[in-house]
Protein backbone atom coordinates (compact mmCIF):
# COMPACT_ATOMS: atom_id res chain seq x y z
CA UNK A 1 0.00 0.00 0.00
CA UNK A 2 1.28 3.49 -0.65
CA UNK A 3 2.64 5.29 2.60
CA UNK A 4 3.27 8.88 3.03
CA UNK A 5 5.95 9.88 5.70
CA UNK A 6 4.86 6.14 6.94
CA UNK A 7 1.36 6.38 7.11
CA UNK A 8 -0.83 4.26 4.74
CA UNK A 9 -3.26 6.78 2.93
CA UNK A 10 -6.35 5.81 1.57
CA UNK A 11 -9.48 6.61 -0.26
CA UNK A 12 -13.10 6.11 0.96
CA UNK A 13 -16.59 5.92 0.53
CA UNK A 14 -19.00 7.33 3.58
CA UNK A 15 -22.71 6.92 3.20
CA UNK A 16 -25.33 7.39 5.88
CA UNK A 17 -27.21 4.58 6.95
CA UNK A 18 -30.67 6.72 6.56
CA UNK A 19 -32.05 4.28 3.86
CA UNK A 20 -30.81 1.79 0.40
CA UNK A 21 -28.34 2.96 -1.82
CA UNK A 22 -29.78 3.74 -5.08
CA UNK A 23 -27.45 3.32 -8.27
CA UNK A 24 -26.17 6.72 -8.14
CA UNK A 25 -24.42 5.92 -4.72
CA UNK A 26 -23.14 2.74 -6.49
CA UNK A 27 -21.93 4.41 -9.04
CA UNK A 28 -20.06 7.14 -6.84
CA UNK A 29 -18.72 4.43 -4.89
CA UNK A 30 -17.43 2.33 -8.03
CA UNK A 31 -15.84 5.41 -9.13
CA UNK A 32 -14.12 5.94 -5.29
CA UNK A 33 -12.84 2.08 -5.04
CA UNK A 34 -11.31 2.53 -8.56
CA UNK A 35 -9.46 5.58 -8.08
CA UNK A 36 -8.46 4.35 -4.44
CA UNK A 37 -7.59 0.70 -5.91
CA UNK A 38 -5.50 1.83 -8.89
CA UNK A 39 -3.50 4.52 -7.06
CA UNK A 40 -2.55 1.92 -4.76
CA UNK A 41 -4.41 3.48 -2.05
CA UNK A 42 -6.45 1.45 1.08
CA UNK A 43 -10.07 1.78 0.24
CA UNK A 44 -12.15 2.52 3.58
CA UNK A 45 -15.70 2.45 4.48
CA UNK A 46 -17.40 4.69 7.23
CA UNK A 47 -20.94 4.92 7.80
CA UNK A 48 -21.78 8.24 8.73
CA UNK A 49 -24.57 7.65 11.15
CA UNK A 50 -24.73 11.09 13.46
CA UNK A 51 -28.27 11.73 12.19
CA UNK A 52 -30.98 9.39 10.89
CA UNK A 53 -30.59 6.02 10.75
CA UNK A 54 -32.92 3.55 9.70
CA UNK A 55 -32.52 0.15 11.33
CA UNK A 56 -31.04 -2.72 8.93
CA UNK A 57 -29.79 0.16 6.27
CA UNK A 58 -26.20 -0.38 7.26
CA UNK A 59 -26.27 -4.30 6.73
CA UNK A 60 -27.90 -3.37 3.34
CA UNK A 61 -25.52 -1.19 1.82
CA UNK A 62 -22.85 -3.24 2.74
CA UNK A 63 -24.35 -5.98 1.02
CA UNK A 64 -24.56 -4.41 -2.06
CA UNK A 65 -21.52 -2.95 -2.37
CA UNK A 66 -20.19 -6.37 -1.77
CA UNK A 67 -22.47 -7.57 -4.40
CA UNK A 68 -21.43 -4.74 -6.92
CA UNK A 69 -17.89 -6.83 -6.30
CA UNK A 70 -16.61 -3.81 -4.05
CA UNK A 71 -14.29 -4.91 -1.48
CA UNK A 72 -12.53 -2.62 1.37
CA UNK A 73 -9.62 -2.57 4.12
CA UNK A 74 -10.20 -2.94 8.03
CA UNK A 75 -12.98 -2.31 9.68
CA UNK A 76 -15.98 -0.32 9.12
CA UNK A 77 -15.57 2.59 10.73
CA UNK A 78 -19.00 4.75 12.55
CA UNK A 79 -19.28 8.17 13.25
CA UNK A 80 -20.79 7.39 16.37
CA UNK A 81 -18.45 5.48 17.85
CA UNK A 82 -16.04 8.78 17.52
CA UNK A 83 -17.47 11.46 20.05
CA UNK A 84 -13.68 11.10 22.04
CA UNK A 85 -12.03 12.43 18.50
CA UNK A 86 -14.52 15.04 17.28
CA UNK A 87 -14.76 16.60 21.35
CA UNK A 88 -10.63 16.66 21.02
CA UNK A 89 -10.72 18.87 17.86
CA UNK A 90 -13.46 20.88 19.23
CA UNK A 91 -11.50 21.47 22.48
CA UNK A 92 -8.13 22.41 20.42
CA UNK A 93 -10.03 25.12 18.34
CA UNK A 94 -11.88 26.55 21.54
CA UNK A 95 -8.39 26.54 22.84
CA UNK A 96 -6.94 28.78 20.74
CA UNK A 97 -10.13 30.95 20.40
CA UNK A 98 -12.10 29.56 17.12
CA UNK A 99 -15.09 28.43 18.50
CA UNK A 100 -17.54 30.78 19.69
CA UNK A 101 -21.81 30.31 20.61
CA UNK A 102 -24.19 30.76 17.70
CA UNK A 103 -28.06 31.16 18.57
CA UNK A 104 -29.44 31.94 15.30
CA UNK A 105 -31.90 29.20 14.09
CA UNK A 106 -31.52 27.92 10.56
CA UNK A 107 -34.15 29.97 9.30
CA UNK A 108 -32.71 33.31 10.70
CA UNK A 109 -29.52 32.13 9.14
CA UNK A 110 -31.43 31.79 5.33
CA UNK A 111 -33.12 35.17 6.13
CA UNK A 112 -29.82 36.77 7.19
CA UNK A 113 -28.49 39.38 4.51
CA UNK A 114 -25.39 38.02 3.77
CA UNK A 115 -21.79 39.48 3.13
CA UNK A 116 -21.49 40.44 -0.72
CA UNK A 117 -20.15 37.67 -2.91
CA UNK A 118 -20.93 34.88 -0.54
CA UNK A 119 -23.10 32.11 -1.29
CA UNK A 120 -26.79 32.15 -0.14
CA UNK A 121 -27.39 30.43 3.02
CA UNK A 122 -23.57 31.56 4.22
CA UNK A 123 -23.41 32.65 8.09
CA UNK A 124 -22.92 36.24 8.02
CA UNK A 125 -21.98 36.21 11.84
CA UNK A 126 -24.76 37.56 13.37
CA UNK A 127 -23.35 36.32 17.13
CA UNK A 128 -19.71 36.30 16.36
CA UNK A 129 -19.31 39.73 18.61
CA UNK A 130 -21.46 39.21 21.05
CA UNK A 131 -20.41 40.03 24.34
CA UNK A 132 -20.97 37.99 27.72
CA UNK A 133 -24.12 39.82 28.68
CA UNK A 134 -25.73 39.05 24.95
CA UNK A 135 -24.60 35.60 25.37
CA UNK A 136 -25.97 34.78 28.63
CA UNK A 137 -29.07 36.61 27.58
CA UNK A 138 -29.43 34.75 24.49
CA UNK A 139 -28.66 31.09 26.32
CA UNK A 140 -31.77 31.60 28.51
CA UNK A 141 -33.93 31.65 25.18
CA UNK A 142 -32.40 28.20 23.57
CA UNK A 143 -29.36 26.13 23.51
CA UNK A 144 -26.39 27.79 21.60
CA UNK A 145 -24.64 26.06 18.85
CA UNK A 146 -20.75 26.41 18.04
CA UNK A 147 -19.80 28.00 15.13
CA UNK A 148 -15.99 27.49 14.02
CA UNK A 149 -14.48 31.91 13.82
CA UNK A 150 -13.17 31.60 10.15
CA UNK A 151 -10.24 33.37 9.20
CA UNK A 152 -10.72 33.64 5.69
CA UNK A 153 -13.54 34.25 3.40
CA UNK A 154 -12.11 31.95 0.51
CA UNK A 155 -9.91 29.06 0.40
CA UNK A 156 -8.32 26.87 -2.86
CA UNK A 157 -8.41 23.35 -3.35
CA UNK A 158 -7.31 20.75 -5.74
CA UNK A 159 -9.64 18.11 -7.67
CA UNK A 160 -8.61 16.31 -10.07
CA UNK A 161 -11.71 17.02 -12.70
CA UNK A 162 -12.63 20.20 -11.82
CA UNK A 163 -8.54 21.58 -11.43
CA UNK A 164 -8.19 24.47 -8.85
CA UNK A 165 -11.18 25.63 -7.57
CA UNK A 166 -11.51 28.47 -4.88
CA UNK A 167 -15.03 28.72 -2.41
CA UNK A 168 -16.35 30.68 -0.13
CA UNK A 169 -15.58 29.62 3.63
CA UNK A 170 -17.97 31.05 6.56
CA UNK A 171 -18.21 30.49 10.19
CA UNK A 172 -19.87 26.70 9.99
CA UNK A 173 -21.22 24.91 12.82
CA UNK A 174 -19.02 22.53 14.51
CA UNK A 175 -22.03 21.42 17.42
CA UNK A 176 -25.35 21.82 17.21
CA UNK A 177 -27.48 23.58 19.48
CA UNK A 178 -28.75 19.53 20.68
CA UNK A 179 -25.07 18.86 21.23
CA UNK A 180 -24.65 16.89 17.77
CA UNK A 181 -21.18 17.20 16.34
CA UNK A 182 -21.93 19.10 13.16
CA UNK A 183 -21.36 16.71 10.00
CA UNK A 184 -18.44 19.47 8.62
CA UNK A 185 -16.37 18.73 12.03
CA UNK A 186 -16.73 15.05 11.69
CA UNK A 187 -15.81 14.70 8.29
CA UNK A 188 -12.98 16.90 8.33
CA UNK A 189 -11.79 14.75 11.87
CA UNK A 190 -12.53 11.30 10.47
CA UNK A 191 -10.66 12.14 7.24
CA UNK A 192 -7.62 13.06 8.89
CA UNK A 193 -7.31 10.23 11.39
CA UNK A 194 -7.89 7.75 9.01
CA UNK A 195 -5.49 8.89 6.86
CA UNK A 196 -7.77 9.49 3.41
CA UNK A 197 -5.70 11.91 1.22
CA UNK A 198 -8.23 11.10 -1.25
CA UNK A 199 -12.30 11.89 -1.25
CA UNK A 200 -14.03 11.18 -4.26
CA UNK A 201 -17.89 12.01 -4.04
CA UNK A 202 -20.63 13.53 -6.18
CA UNK A 203 -20.17 16.99 -7.69
CA UNK A 204 -22.93 18.62 -5.94
CA UNK A 205 -20.44 18.33 -2.75
CA UNK A 206 -17.51 20.41 -4.33
CA UNK A 207 -18.73 23.85 -2.87
CA UNK A 208 -18.67 22.25 0.72
CA UNK A 209 -14.81 21.52 -0.14
CA UNK A 210 -12.87 24.98 0.32
CA UNK A 211 -14.76 25.37 4.14
CA UNK A 212 -13.61 21.15 4.70
CA UNK A 213 -9.99 21.51 3.62
CA UNK A 214 -10.00 25.19 5.34
CA UNK A 215 -10.64 23.66 8.70
CA UNK A 216 -8.25 20.73 7.89
CA UNK A 217 -5.31 22.96 7.93
CA UNK A 218 -6.46 24.61 11.34
CA UNK A 219 -6.27 20.90 12.70
CA UNK A 220 -3.23 20.54 11.37
CA UNK A 221 -4.32 18.40 8.59
CA UNK A 222 -3.42 18.34 4.93
CA UNK A 223 -6.50 18.81 2.86
CA UNK A 224 -6.90 16.10 0.60
CA UNK A 225 -7.05 15.68 -3.01
CA UNK A 226 -11.01 15.68 -4.17
CA UNK A 227 -12.21 14.05 -7.16
CA UNK A 228 -15.64 15.46 -7.84
CA UNK A 229 -17.66 13.45 -10.20
CA UNK A 230 -20.84 13.96 -12.47
CA UNK A 231 -24.01 13.61 -10.24
CA UNK A 232 -27.06 11.21 -11.02
CA UNK A 233 -30.15 12.71 -12.16
CA UNK A 234 -33.44 11.33 -12.84
CA UNK A 235 -35.66 12.11 -16.04
CA UNK A 236 -36.48 15.41 -14.60
CA UNK A 237 -32.97 16.96 -13.92
CA UNK A 238 -33.38 16.02 -10.45
CA UNK A 239 -30.39 14.49 -8.02
CA UNK A 240 -32.10 11.34 -8.56
CA UNK A 241 -33.61 9.66 -4.84
CA UNK A 242 -34.98 6.78 -4.16
CA UNK A 243 -38.64 7.61 -4.58
CA UNK A 244 -37.27 7.85 -8.06
CA UNK A 245 -38.92 4.05 -8.03
CA UNK A 246 -36.59 1.05 -9.29
CA UNK A 247 -33.50 2.72 -8.49
CA UNK A 248 -31.59 0.60 -5.46
CA UNK A 249 -29.55 -2.67 -6.32
CA UNK A 250 -32.77 -4.97 -4.69
CA UNK A 251 -35.05 -3.03 -7.25
CA UNK A 252 -33.24 -3.46 -10.03
CA UNK A 253 -32.07 -7.14 -10.07
CA UNK A 254 -35.27 -7.49 -9.45
CA UNK A 255 -36.47 -6.21 -12.70
CA UNK A 256 -33.74 -7.74 -14.35
CA UNK A 257 -31.14 -5.26 -14.86
CA UNK A 258 -27.53 -5.50 -14.62
CA UNK A 259 -26.91 -2.91 -12.10
CA UNK A 260 -22.86 -3.25 -12.71
CA UNK A 261 -23.43 -3.37 -16.56
CA UNK A 262 -25.26 -0.19 -16.59
CA UNK A 263 -23.16 2.01 -13.86
CA UNK A 264 -19.99 0.94 -16.26
CA UNK A 265 -21.90 1.39 -19.41
CA UNK A 266 -22.81 5.03 -17.82
CA UNK A 267 -18.74 5.71 -17.33
CA UNK A 268 -18.42 4.56 -21.30
CA UNK A 269 -16.52 1.47 -19.57
CA UNK A 270 -17.19 -2.32 -21.25
CA UNK A 271 -18.88 -4.45 -18.93
CA UNK A 272 -16.46 -6.07 -16.27
CA UNK A 273 -16.09 -6.90 -13.09
CA UNK A 274 -14.13 -3.97 -11.14
CA UNK A 275 -11.26 -5.45 -10.56
CA UNK A 276 -11.10 -6.10 -13.62
CA UNK A 277 -11.81 -2.62 -14.53
CA UNK A 278 -8.33 -1.53 -12.90
CA UNK A 279 -5.96 -2.12 -15.59
CA UNK A 280 -8.16 0.04 -18.05
CA UNK A 281 -9.95 2.67 -16.20
CA UNK A 282 -8.92 6.17 -16.75
CA UNK A 283 -10.27 8.78 -14.84
CA UNK A 284 -9.80 11.82 -17.24
CA UNK A 285 -11.75 9.48 -19.84
CA UNK A 286 -15.04 9.64 -17.77
CA UNK A 287 -18.14 11.38 -19.23
CA UNK A 288 -18.18 14.72 -17.65
CA UNK A 289 -22.29 15.43 -17.55
CA UNK A 290 -24.66 14.01 -15.01
CA UNK A 291 -25.93 10.60 -15.79
CA UNK A 292 -29.53 10.75 -16.38
CA UNK A 293 -31.05 7.35 -15.00
CA UNK A 294 -34.55 6.14 -16.31
CA UNK A 295 -35.85 3.35 -13.72
CA UNK A 296 -37.42 0.39 -15.83
CA UNK A 297 -40.95 0.27 -16.54
Same mark, same amino acid.
Given at each position: ????????? /?????????????????????? @?????? =?? %??????????????????????? #?? +?????????????? =???????? %? /??? @??????????? *?? *?????????????????????????? !????? $?? =?? $?????????????????????????????????????? &? %???? /???????????????? =??? $?????????????????? !? &? @???????????? +???? &?????????????????? #????????????? &????????? +????? %????????????????
Amino acid at each position: MRRHNGTVT /AGRFAPSPSGDLHVGNLRTALL @AWLCAR =QS %DREFLLRVEDLDRVRPGAEEGQL #AD +LASLGLTWDGPVVR =QSERARLY %D /AAL @ASLAGRGLVYE *CF *CTRREVLEAPSAPHAPPGSYPGTCRD !LTEDE $RA =QR $RRERPAALRLRAGTATFTVEDAIHGTYEGAVDDVVLRR &G %DGAV /AYNLAVVVDDAHQGVD =QVV $RADDLLSSAPRQAYLATL !L &G @ATPPTYVHVPLT +LNVD &GRRLAKRDGAVTYADLTA #AGVDVLGAITSSL &GLDRATPQE +LLSTF %DLAAIPREPWVFVPPT
